[in-house]
């Protein structure tokens, strides 16, 4: 499976830190090192550096970004759309290279936003970043980083667990 590389320790977010989530970062450690889990950052893959100013989408969702009708933007008034295109697609190739069929994304992300509200706490995740939406778009199941407990660890252990049951 996909992972933004920031829930797994890498410091590549636009801050320059990580990003762990304390319940689903220890779970995609111990599926990367059974070589089930493949780490992207988008940001980086469509070419931004690291620190970065942050960005945000105008005038829609990811998917209005892929389709023309909305923008992303940085902080600094940079206009960083196609960098944030360039980056789902080279997380699309990774993610089809890999065989991955489902990937599981960051919070509240321009790029990595699952896009779905959560009851428990409206509004995180209610992003749907660039690159969640292409994935989604091309048939990968896009999980929400909070979703590692029931959708993710339950429902592989259901279907067999661990390296059994081959998230990919
Ligand atoms: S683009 Fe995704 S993987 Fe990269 S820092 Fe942002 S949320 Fe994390």
């Known amino acids: 499976m996909l992972c933004s590389a920031c829930l797994l320790g890498v410091r590549c977010r636009y801050d320059g830190r ?9 779970e995609l450690e111990r599926l990367l090192r059974l070589g089930l889990v493949v780490p992207v950052c988008p940001e980086q893959l469509g070419g931004l550096p690291t620190p970065r100013p942050p960005a945000r989408i105008v005038g829609g969702d990811g998917q209005d970004v892929v389709l023309g009708r909305a923008r992303v933007v940085s902080e600094d008034g940079r206009d960083v759309t196609s960098q944030f295109v360039r980056g789902a697609e080279e997380a699309l190739a990774v993610a089809r290279a890999a065989g991955c ?39 990968i199941r896009v999980l929400d980083e909070h979703a590692i407990g029931d959708s993710l660890c339950g429902g592989w252990r259901k279907r067999g667990g661990g390296p059994a049951g081959d998230p990919r």
């Open 101 to 139: 069929r489902e990937a599981v994304l960051k919070s509240d992300s321009p790029s990595c936003g699952a896009g779905r509200d959560r009851p428990e706490a409206p509004g995180e995740g209610a992003i749907l970043g660039v690159t969640a939406a292409v994935l989604r778009e091309h048939g």
């Open 18 to 26: 990580a990003k762990t989530h304390p319940v689903a970062t220890p």
